[in-house]
């Protein structure tokens, strides 16, 4: 049997990982700069992550939500002490879109009204209403395609206001990605934010806040959207909740009431993804990721001015994003084939750095090393 072809790869095996490096089939070494897209939060294969997984798989690794399990509690807990969101709730799923997708029919369950508010460039995963809300027409298959999404631009608090105006009682919810990741790391402005919380308070309508990519300590906060001062309903988490192994959920504000049977799912919050998550959020806790999240990100930020062949350096904390003027174009494959470095991107020309929230100062400068010797050759 063969693998449908969905993914462009590169052709590199993986067989070890440790921190920010990986190695491939042959020994080679690698600089993890793109943490597996933003996944790798507390760094490969952390020996705490491993054992509190290995002691888990040891006692029980998985039934279904029609018992008590709880770790779940304990990580409702946790989750509510590190984001400083006690009385939030907690969902647990899987995957991203599936965060997503139960949000935004949570909005509809609760407000029981259909249109979604999203933004251009957004990308919010690849679920029947996730993809409807991704502003990508490519991937939205004929079947997925609904007039209750309506996208608007990006940051333009006029715009949304004259939309909230005219239709504000069919709005069920905003859902915005703190910062855009796939749309190329656009961060999105307090000011857009905390007009998207007044408009859904005045409406009646749910904001749901995209923590996908741009949460879980990222951009230095613990949701970047804190930044604005005014919490979300609905905060949506996978990624590096984890550390690769999968596992998703949101946090529901307390006014919103839950029905059984409302959402579910057979593998959401089983008991090794919970044990991954708080063993995530420990290694967080006592190794301080989100304050080196913060300081890291600023020197890298601050590094990458000094080069003036990059251009628009804009992001938060290790969510860091610049474009690549033409001549440059070969950049990344240069530090993947060349400095052996993974970095991510965004189409056409823009370069994303997503690196495990440990990164060290030597790793950071190992990469502004190698990005010197690509654009000021001797
Ligand atoms: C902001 C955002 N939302 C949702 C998703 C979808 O997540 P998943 O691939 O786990 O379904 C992604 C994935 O890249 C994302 O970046």
């Given at each position: 049997?063969?693998?449908?072809d969905?993914?462009?790869?590169?052709?590199i095996?993986?067989?070890?990982a440790?921190?920010?490096?990986?190695?491939?089939?042959?020994?080679?070494?690698?600089?993890?700069?793109?943490?597996?897209?933003a996944?790798?939060?507390?760094?490969?294969?952390?020996?705490h992550?491993?054992?509190?997984?290995?002691?888990?798989?040891d006692?029980?690794?998985?039934?279904?939500n029609?018992?008590?399990?709880?770790?779940q509690?304990?990580?409702?807990a946790?989750?509510?002490?590190?984001?400083?969101?006690?009385d939030?709730?907690?969902f647990?799923?899987?995957?991203?879109?599936?965060?997503?997708?139960?949000?935004?029919?949570?909005a509809?369950f609760?407000?029981?009204r259909?249109?979604?508010?999203?933004?251009?460039?957004?990308?919010?995963?690849?679920?029947?209403?996730?993809?409807?809300?991704?502003?990508?027409?490519?991937?939205?298959a004929?079947?997925?395609?609904?007039?209750?999404?309506?996208?608007?631009?990006?940051?333009?608090?006029?715009?949304?206001?004259?939309?909230?105006?005219?239709?504000?009682?069919?709005?069920?919810?905003v859902?915005?990605?703190?910062?855009?990741?796939?749309g190329?790391?656009?961060?999105?402005?307090d000011?857009?934010?905390?007009?998207?919380?007044?408009?859904c308070?005045?409406?009646g309508?749910?904001?749901?806040?995209?923590?996908?990519?741009?949460?879980?300590?990222r951009?230095?906060?613990f949701?970047?959207?804190d930044?604005?001062?005014?919490?979300?309903?609905?905060?949506?988490?996978?990624?590096g909740?984890?550390?690769?192994?999968?596992?998703?959920?949101?946090?529901?504000?307390?006014?919103i009431?839950?029905?059984?049977?409302?959402?579910?799912?057979?593998?959401?919050?089983?008991?090794?993804?919970?044990?991954?998550?708080?063993?995530?959020?420990?290694?967080?806790?006592?190794?301080?990721l989100?304050a080196?999240?913060?300081?890291?990100?600023?020197?890298l930020?601050?590094e990458l001015?000094?080069?003036?062949?990059?251009?628009n350096?804009?992001?938060?904390?290790?969510?860091?994003?610049?474009?690549?003027?033409?001549?440059?174009?070969d950049?990344?494959?240069?530090?993947?084939?060349?400095?052996?470095?993974?970095?991510?991107?965004?189409?056409p020309?823009?370069?994303?750095?997503?690196?495990?929230?440990?990164?060290t100062?030597?790793?950071?400068?190992?990469?502004?090393?190698?990005?010197r010797?690509?654009?000021?050759?001797?």
């Amino acid at each position: 049997m063969k693998l449908f072809d969905v993914y462009p790869i590169n052709n590199i095996t993986i067989e070890r990982a440790m921190g920010s490096n990986v190695w491939d089939d042959a020994g080679n070494q690698y600089l993890d700069m793109y943490g597996g897209h933003a996944v790798i939060s507390i760094g490969h294969t952390h020996p705490h992550y491993v054992k509190r997984l290995t002691d888990q798989l040891d006692k029980v690794g998985f039934y279904s939500n029609s018992i008590r399990i709880p770790l779940q509690e304990e990580l409702a807990a946790a989750l509510g002490n590190v984001s400083g969101k006690a009385d939030y709730q907690l969902f647990l799923c899987n995957s991203g879109a599936e965060a997503n997708e139960n949000a935004l029919k949570l909005a509809s369950f609760h407000t029981g009204r259909k249109k979604i508010i999203a933004f251009k460039k957004a990308f919010h995963g690849r679920t029947s209403l996730a993809v409807a809300a991704t502003d990508n027409p490519a991937i939205v298959a004929p079947v997925n395609q609904t007039d209750n999404i309506v996208f608007l631009p990006f940051n333009e608090e006029e715009q949304l206001r004259a939309y909230f105006q005219s239709n504000g009682n069919e709005v069920a919810g905003v859902i915005i990605e703190g910062i855009q990741g796939v749309g190329g790391i656009h961060v999105a402005t307090d000011l857009f934010i905390r007009a998207i919380r007044e408009c859904c308070d005045q409406y009646g309508a749910l904001y749901i806040a995209d923590s996908i990519q741009c949460g879980y300590g990222r951009s230095g906060k613990f949701f970047s959207h804190d930044f604005s001062g005014v919490e979300a309903d609905i905060y949506t988490m996978a990624k590096g909740m984890g550390n690769g192994f999968p596992v998703a959920g949101i946090l529901i504000a307390p006014h919103i009431p839950a029905k059984h049977g409302m959402l579910g799912t057979t593998f959401g919050g089983n008991h090794l993804a919970c044990a991954a998550a708080l063993a995530v959020l420990e290694v967080m806790e006592r190794e301080q990721l989100m304050a080196n999240a913060e300081q890291m990100g600023d020197y890298l930020m601050e590094e990458l001015r000094k080069f003036p062949q990059l251009k628009n350096i804009r992001g938060r904390g290790l969510m860091i994003g610049f474009d690549v003027e033409e001549v440059h174009k070969d950049l990344r494959k240069n530090l993947l084939w060349t400095h052996r470095i993974f970095t991510g991107e965004a189409k056409p020309s823009v370069v994303r750095l997503l690196p495990s929230l440990a990164l060290t100062r030597e790793h950071a400068d190992q990469f502004l090393n190698a990005l010197r010797k690509e654009l000021i050759p001797d």
